[in-house]
Each structure stands twice: as structure tokens, then as C-alpha cells.
T-cell receptor, first 114, second 112 residues
């Protein structure tokens, strides 16, 4: 069972370059999320998609865009990477049913911006 | 934004000791969640709490949803080396637009 799959797992960018982090889930979940994790800051929500066709900002959306391509896939794009975006990025999904708290996370994508 | 305070930030304990960590919020919420993250992995759900006053166990782990709905604690009894990791509390907001936001985490180190 693949669960939530993120690609790439590692990436190094130069300031100003663009890239897209891909996320796919095979659990037929309605909701998908992108978080970033930084030392001492915990996990902070960047964007989420409650259902196919909708996206909403989280706590730290600046500098990012997202696309809910279909029910399975939710991508995160950095148009012009900055060193402050060096982080570990996690994608997660959830069934979307009310009062079901379990988010399933991918293994993370480690991004370094030089 | 609404604050979620998790403490302690880190703990270094001996194998066999009990551990307690907690989260407090400035606002009331209907759901508290506790996750564990092991090195190089994504977080995994340990316990979910949906009612004020609810006390739930999962093996050696016990978590409670505070009566005021503004806090929760997680206890680990008789710690073992594989308990090492970062423990996160999370609270749900947004109604139908379900959003899960996390505390900053408690780093647990267990000395064999």
C-alpha cells in the first residue's frame, strides 16, 4: 500500500528558481494538505484542499501556489524560491468525513534553497 | 492567530520512566489529536479525542481532553527506547473546511 507519495524526496534549488512538489494518494481521500516543518516551529499548514476543486490558504501561504489536479493529486509550487523556503515539506490526506481526525502523511520532501 | 502552546519542548529520560506532555489553547476546540514523528518519517496519529473530559488509552499511552476544551495532555508509561521521537498535539478548526494545526512539538529522548 503506497498511501501518500511525495516526489522528489530531496531537492536543491538556487534562489529564484521554480519547482513543483508532487503529492499523490491512493486511499480515495477527499482532503489533502501541505505542511512545512522547520526546527523549533513544528508543522505549519501552507495550503489545503478540503475536496476536489477547492483550495484554501493555511497559516503560511506566502510564496506558494497549489493545484488540486484531481482527487488523487495535490501539487505545491514555488514560483521563485527563497532561502527562507528551505524546509521539509509534508503532504497529507484525510477521508473528509466529519470528526475523522486522522491525517495520513507522506515521508516528506527536503528542500534546500541556496 | 489562535495560539497552541505545547510543553515541554524537549525531554531526556531514562528507560522505564513515565512521561507527561501537554498542550493548551487560547480558544476552545472540539477535537484534540496526538501524533508521533520518528526520524525521517511523517507524523503518525496516536490518539484522537472528540469529547471534553474524554480519557483514551492506546497501549502505554494515555491522553485526555480537558474539561475546559482548551487543553489536553499525553502520558507515556514505562518508556522504552522506541518511544524516541517528536510528539505533536493538534487541534481541529474550520468546521466543514477541516484544518489541523499543530503545536511546536515535544522532542523525547529515551536513554537505555
Amino acid at each position: 500500500n503506497a498511501g501518500v507519495t511525495q516526489t522528489p524526496k530531496f531537492q536543491v534549488l538556487k534562489t529564484g528558481q521554480s519547482m513543483t512538489l508532487q503529492c499523490a494518494q491512493d486511499m480515495n481521500h477527499n482532503s489533502m494538505y501541505w505542511y512545512r516543518q522547520d526546527p523549533g516551529m513544528g508543522l505549519r499548514l501552507i495550503y489545503y484542499s478540503a475536496s476536489e476543486g477547492t483550495t484554501d490558504k493555511g497559516e503560511v501561504p506566502n510564496g506558494y501556489n497549489v493545484s488540486r489536479l484531481n482527487k488523487r493529486e495535490f501539487s505545491l509550487r514555488l514560483e521563485s524560491a527563497a532561502p527562507s523556503q528551505t524546509s521539509v515539506y509534508f503532504c497529507a490526506s484525510r477521508t473528509g468525513q466529519a470528526n475523522t481526525g486522522e491525517l495520513f502523511f507522506g515521508e516528506g520532501s527536503r528542500l534546500t534553497v541556496l | 492567530g489562535q495560539q497552541l502552546n505545547q510543553s515541554p519542548q524537549s525531554m531526556f529520560i531514562q528507560e522505564g520512566e513515565d512521561v507527561s506532555m501537554n498542550c493548551t489553547s487560547s480558544s476552545i476546540f472540539n477535537t484534540w489529536l496526538w501524533y508521533k514523528q520518528e526520524p525521517g518519517e511523517g507524523p503518525v496519529l496516536l490518539i484522537a479525542l472528540y469529547k471534553a473530559g474524554e480519557l483514551t488509552s492506546n497501549g502505554r499511552l494515555t491522553a485526555q481532553f480537558g474539561i475546559t476544551r482548551k487543553d489536553s495532555f499525553l502520558n507515556i508509561s514505562a518508556s522504552i527506547p522506541s518511544d524516541v521521537g517528536i510528539y505533536f498535539c493538534g487541534r481541529v478548526s474550520g468546521g466543514s473546511n477541516y484544518k489541523l494545526t499543530f503545536g511546536k512539538g515535544t522532542l523525547l529522548t529515551v536513554n537505555p
